[in-house]
Nanobody, 126 residues
Framework: QVQLVESGGGLVQPGGSLTLSCAASGLSSRNYAIGWFRQAPGKEREVVACINSRDGSTLYADSVKGRFTISRDNTKNTVNLQMDFLKPEDTAVYYC???????????????????WGKGTLVTVSS
């Protein structure tokens, strides 16, 4: 059974940085994608960044390009999201999920992801 646990959220001032971590266990396949998504109150869950388990390919939402960096540590089974130059509009609950189909255009949509973590709250405010 796959389990994902997010950590690293908190309160940060605009322009600040945070690093989120997604610890994964129970992954038996080598062909999957891990995505970081976020959901603000009253809004749908949206993609932030994704990474391919096979070759480390990455994808970023336009709103975070140049500010966020997704990376993986296969020895620790973790996927990190380094968030720099944070803005108030980045405030949301951040979730990581596993897409069992691997890499493809479907990874940008929350539907199809499985085994979501419980999320970690990021608040950007002065």
């Amino acid at each position: 059974q796959v389990q994902l646990v997010e950590s690293g959220g908190g309160l940060v001032q605009p322009g600040g940085s945070l690093t989120l971590s997604c610890a994964a266990s129970g992954l038996s396949s080598r062909n999957y994608a891990i995505g970081w998504f976020r959901q603000a109150p009253g809004k749908e869950r949206e993609v932030v960044a994704c990474i391919n388990s096979r070759d480390g390919s990455t994808l970023y939402a336009d709103s975070v390009k140049g500010r966020f960096t997704i990376s993986r540590d296969n020895t620790k089974n973790t996927v990190n999201l380094q968030m720099d130059f944070l803005k108030p509009e980045d405030t949301a609950v951040y979730y990581c999920g596993v897409h069992p189909r691997g890499w493809g255009p479907w990874i940008q949509v929350a539907y199809g992801y499985e085994d979501w973590g419980k999320g970690t709250l990021v608040t950007v405010s002065s």
